[in-house]
C-alpha cells in the first residue's frame, strides 16, 4: 500500500517536474542570450492587438531588437531548442495585420519598430535607389527621398505601414499597373531566416530565398533590410474623379487606361453604393475644386462607380500636361458633368488617408473591429462577379470603401511567392469594412463577416478563379487551394528556410514541428 502510495507521488512529482520544464523556463532561457536589447516578459499586452481588431493572442515574451543580430541570435536559440519548445515567432512592425498574422500564441513577437542599425541612405545616379531598415515606414522614406527629388515607383493608398510588413504581402496602389507591386521594385534584402541565419539577397545572390520572402506571408524569414528602387519625383499632382452608372462602361475605361497608352500614373476605381461619401471616404480627401457642380448632381438611389485619376507633373510642365489630361479624358464614357479635379502637391496625394485617420481618430472610429476582403478577379469574370455582389449582396449601404481597379500581370514577377489569377488583367477588388462595435444591424461585425462568407461562395460556386490577397485560412486544405500548382514549391522552400516552421504562426499555414509534406 505505501509502495503504491509513493509510486503515486514519484508520478504526481514528475507530471509537475515535466510542466515547470515546458512552461516557466522557456521564457528564463531568453533572459540568458546576447543581445543589445532586451526581452519585456510583462508588458506583452500591445503584441497581442492589431489593425483588425478581431484577435488577439498574448505572446509569452516581446523582443525589442537593437540590430539584426539580436533577431537572428533569438530566432536561432529557438531553433536549436527544437520542435519541444513550442516557441514560435512573429514580426510586427506597425501592426495593421488584419487576423492576427504578426502575433504569436504564447511566443514571440519581435517588435520591429525598435529595430535599430544603419541610417537609410539614398543613392542617386542612373540607377538610384535606397537602402533602408525593414521597420522603416513608408511615410519616412517618401520624406527622406523627396529631399534627393526622388521617391519610390510604388505604392500602398497608406503609407504608416512598414517595408517589411508590404514587401511580405505586395504592396499594391494605383501606379501597380504601370510599376507593378512594391515587390517588384527591390534590388536586394537583408533577411533573418527560420534557422537563424542573416542572409542578403537579390536577383543574383541567394536568388530562391529573395523571391521566397517576396510576397511570402512571413514564412521563410524576416526581412530587417531592403533596397527599394526609386525615380524622378514630381512636385505636383492632378488628381482627378469622374463617375459611371453602368460597370461595363467603367470596366472598359479602366482596362483601355491600363493598355499602355494613359497618360495617367495613377489610376484606381471604386465602387459607391449610396450617395454617402460621394467625393469624400476615409481613404482620400478629396477636395473639389468643382464642390458645387457635385452638389448638384442626382444619383437616383443607383449603385455609382467612381474611376479616380492621378498626373504627376511639375508647375512649369502645367500647360502641357492640362493639355494630355484632356486628350485621354475625351477618350473617356463617364458622365460628362461629373468631371471633379484638385490640385494638389505630391506627398499631400500619397499621403492622403493619414488626413482622415487623424479624423476618426479624434472621434474614437480608428481602432474598430475591420473586417475585410481583398481579392484578385480574373478580367475575364469581373463583369459576372460585378453583377453577383454589387446591387445583390451590397445593395442599400456599404461599411467602408469599396476599390475595384485592373493591373497588368506582366508587371509582377512570377518568382515570387504571391499567387495571382491566371490571366494577363486582374482586377483587385477590396471590401474596406469598418464595423461599429457592439452593433448587431447591418453595421456590425457578424453582419459584415456573414457578407464577406456570400461573396466568397458565390465566387467558388460559379468558379470565378478568385484568389485572395492578404490571405487568411485555418486549414491544410484552404492553403492547398489558394496556392494550387504552387504548392509543393511553397512547401520545399518552407523546409529549406524554416523547416521547425518558427515563424509567422499567425498565417496559420503550418504548424510547428509538423510534416510539411501534408
Given at each position: 500500500?505505501?509502495?503504491l502510495?509513493?509510486?503515486?507521488?514519484?508520478?504526481l512529482?514528475?507530471?509537475?517536474?515535466?510542466i515547470?520544464?515546458?512552461?516557466?523556463t522557456?521564457?528564463?532561457?531568453?533572459?540568458?542570450?546576447?543581445i543589445?536589447g532586451?526581452?519585456?516578459?510583462?508588458?506583452?499586452h500591445?503584441?497581442?492587438?492589431?489593425?483588425?481588431n478581431?484577435?488577439?493572442?498574448?505572446?509569452?515574451?516581446?523582443l525589442?531588437?537593437k540590430?539584426?543580430?539580436?533577431?537572428?541570435?533569438?530566432?536561432?536559440?529557438?531553433w536549436?531548442?527544437?520542435?519541444?519548445?513550442?516557441?514560435?515567432?512573429?514580426a510586427?512592425?506597425?501592426?495593421?495585420?488584419?487576423?492576427?498574422?504578426?502575433q504569436?500564441?504564447?511566443?514571440?513577437?519581435?517588435?520591429?519598430?525598435?529595430?535599430?542599425?544603419?541610417?537609410?541612405k539614398?543613392?542617386?545616379?542612373?540607377f538610384?535607389?535606397?537602402d533602408?531598415?525593414g521597420?522603416?515606414l513608408w511615410?519616412?522614406?517618401?520624406?527622406?527621398?523627396?529631399?534627393?527629388?526622388?521617391?519610390?515607383?510604388s505604392?500602398t493608398?497608406?503609407?504608416h505601414?512598414?517595408?517589411?510588413g508590404?514587401?511580405?504581402?505586395?504592396?499594391?496602389?494605383?501606379?501597380?499597373f504601370?510599376?507593378?507591386?512594391?515587390i517588384?521594385?527591390?534590388?536586394?534584402l537583408?533577411?533573418?531566416?527560420?534557422?537563424?541565419?542573416?542572409v542578403?539577397c537579390?536577383?543574383?545572390q541567394?536568388?530562391?530565398?529573395?523571391?521566397?520572402?517576396?510576397?511570402?506571408?512571413?514564412?521563410?524569414?524576416?526581412?530587417?533590410?531592403?533596397?527599394?528602387?526609386?525615380?524622378p519625383?514630381?512636385?505636383?499632382?492632378?488628381?482627378?474623379?469622374?463617375?459611371?452608372?453602368?460597370f461595363?462602361?467603367?470596366?472598359?475605361?479602366q482596362?483601355?487606361?491600363?493598355?499602355?497608352?494613359s497618360?495617367?500614373?495613377?489610376?484606381?476605381?471604386?465602387?459607391?453604393?449610396?450617395?454617402?461619401?460621394?467625393?469624400?471616404?476615409?481613404?482620400?480627401?478629396?477636395?473639389?475644386?468643382?464642390?458645387?457642380?457635385a452638389?448638384?448632381?442626382?444619383?437616383?438611389?443607383?449603385?455609382?462607380?467612381?474611376?479616380e485619376?492621378?498626373?504627376?507633373f511639375n508647375?512649369?510642365?502645367?500647360?502641357?500636361v492640362?493639355?494630355?489630361?484632356?486628350?485621354?479624358?475625351?477618350?473617356?464614357?463617364?458622365?460628362?458633368?461629373?468631371?471633379?479635379?484638385s490640385?494638389?502637391?505630391?506627398?499631400?496625394?500619397?499621403?492622403?488617408?493619414?488626413?482622415?485617420?487623424i479624423?476618426?481618430?479624434?472621434?474614437?472610429?480608428w481602432?474598430?473591429?475591420?473586417?475585410w476582403?481583398?481579392?484578385?478577379?480574373?478580367?475575364?469574370?469581373?463583369h459576372?462577379?460585378?453583377?453577383?455582389v454589387?446591387g445583390?449582396?451590397l445593395t442599400n449601404t456599404?461599411?467602408?470603401?469599396?476599390?475595384i481597379y485592373?493591373?497588368?500581370?506582366s508587371?509582377?514577377d512570377?518568382?515570387?511567392?504571391?499567387?495571382?489569377?491566371?490571366?494577363?488583367?486582374?482586377?483587385l477588388?477590396a471590401f474596406?469594412?469598418?464595423?461599429?462595435?457592439?452593433?448587431?444591424?447591418s453595421?456590425g461585425?457578424?453582419h459584415?463577416?456573414?457578407?464577406?462568407?456570400?461573396?466568397l461562395?458565390?465566387?467558388?460556386?460559379?468558379?470565378?478563379g478568385?484568389k485572395?490577397?492578404?490571405p487568411?485560412?485555418?486549414?491544410?486544405?484552404?492553403w492547398?487551394?489558394?496556392?494550387?500548382?504552387?504548392?509543393?514549391?511553397?512547401v520545399?522552400?518552407?523546409s529549406?528556410?524554416d523547416?521547425?516552421?518558427?515563424?509567422?504562426?499567425?498565417?496559420?499555414?503550418?504548424?510547428?514541428?509538423?510534416?510539411?509534406?501534408?
Open positions: 500500500m505505501h509502495f502510495r509513493n509510486l503515486i507521488i514519484l508520478f512529482i514528475c507530471i509537475a517536474i515535466k515547470n520544464l515546458c512552461v516557466p522557456i521564457p528564463s532561457s531568453l533572459k540568458t542570450l546576447p543589445d532586451h526581452f519585456d516578459f510583462k508588458q506583452v500591445h503584441a497581442a492587438k492589431d489593425f483588425g478581431r484577435y488577439s493572442f498574448l505572446p509569452s515574451a516581446v525589442h531588437p540590430s539584426a543580430s539580436d533577431i537572428a541570435t533569438t530566432v536561432k536559440h529557438i536549436e531548442m527544437g520542435p519541444g519548445s513550442h516557441l514560435t515567432v512573429a510586427r512592425g506597425h501592426g495593421h495585420s488584419l487576423q492576427g498574422q504578426a504569436a500564441h504564447r511566443g514571440v513577437v519581435i517588435n520591429m519598430e525598435s529595430l535599430q542599425g544603419p541610417k537609410m539614398v543613392h542617386t545616379g542612373n538610384p535607389h535606397v533602408v531598415s521597420s522603416e511615410i519616412n522614406i517618401l520624406h527622406e527621398t523627396l529631399k534627393h527629388g526622388l521617391a519610390p515607383k505604392w493608398d497608406y503609407l505601414l512598414t517595408v517589411g508590404t514587401l511580405s504581402n505586395a504592396g499594391i496602389s494605383g501606379q501597380a504601370r510599376h507593378g507591386p512594391q517588384s521594385n527591390v534590388r536586394q537583408e533577411v533573418v531566416t527560420g534557422k537563424g541565419e542573416v542578403n537579390s536577383e543574383k541567394n536568388s530562391d530565398l529573395f523571391y521566397s520572402v517576396l510576397g511570402g506571408l512571413g514564412q521563410f524569414g524576416i526581412i530587417t533590410r531592403a533596397r527599394i528602387s526609386l525615380e519625383a514630381p512636385k505636383m499632382v492632378k488628381w482627378i474623379r469622374v463617375l459611371y452608372t453602368d461595363a462602361t467603367f470596366a472598359k475605361d482596362e483601355m487606361l491600363i493598355s499602355g497608352g497618360t495617367f500614373d495613377y489610376i484606381e476605381g471604386f465602387v459607391i453604393i449610396n450617395r454617402t461619401g460621394l467625393l469624400n471616404n476615409w481613404r482620400s480627401s478629396f477636395n473639389s475644386n468643382d464642390s458645387a457642380q452638389s448638384h448632381f442626382k444619383s437616383d438611389g443607383r449603385t455609382l462607380f467612381c474611376l485619376l492621378a498626373k504627376y508647375p512649369e510642365e502645367m500647360a502641357i492640362n493639355q494630355e489630361i484632356m486628350t485621354s479624358l475625351s477618350q473617356l464614357n463617364h458622365i460628362p458633368s461629373t468631371l471633379f479635379q490640385q494638389v502637391s505630391y506627398i499631400e496625394f500619397l499621403d492622403r488617408v493619414h488626413i482622415s485617420e479624423k476618426l481618430r479624434s472621434k474614437g472610429l481602432e474598430v473591429p475591420h473586417p476582403l481583398n481579392l484578385l478577379i480574373p478580367r475575364s469574370n469581373i459576372i462577379f460585378a453583377q453577383l454589387f445583390n449582396i456599404s461599411n467602408g470603401p469599396i476599390l485592373p493591373v497588368n500581370k508587371k509582377w512570377n518568382r515570387t511567392s504571391v499567387v495571382l489569377p491566371e490571366e494577363d488583367v486582374f482586377y477588388v474596406l469594412s469598418s464595423a461599429a462595435p457592439s452593433s448587431t444591424g453595421d461585425l457578424e459584415i463577416l456573414s457578407q464577406n462568407k456570400r461573396i461562395e458565390l465566387c467558388e460556386i460559379d468558379g470565378l478568385v485572395q490577397y492578404l487568411h485560412y485555418s486549414t491544410n486544405g484552404e492547398r487551394s489558394h496556392f494550387g500548382p504552387q504548392w509543393e514549391a511553397f520545399h522552400r518552407k529549406t528556410y523547416p521547425l516552421a518558427i515563424l509567422a504562426p499567425g498565417q496559420r499555414i503550418f504548424q510547428k514541428a509538423a510534416p510539411l509534406s501534408l
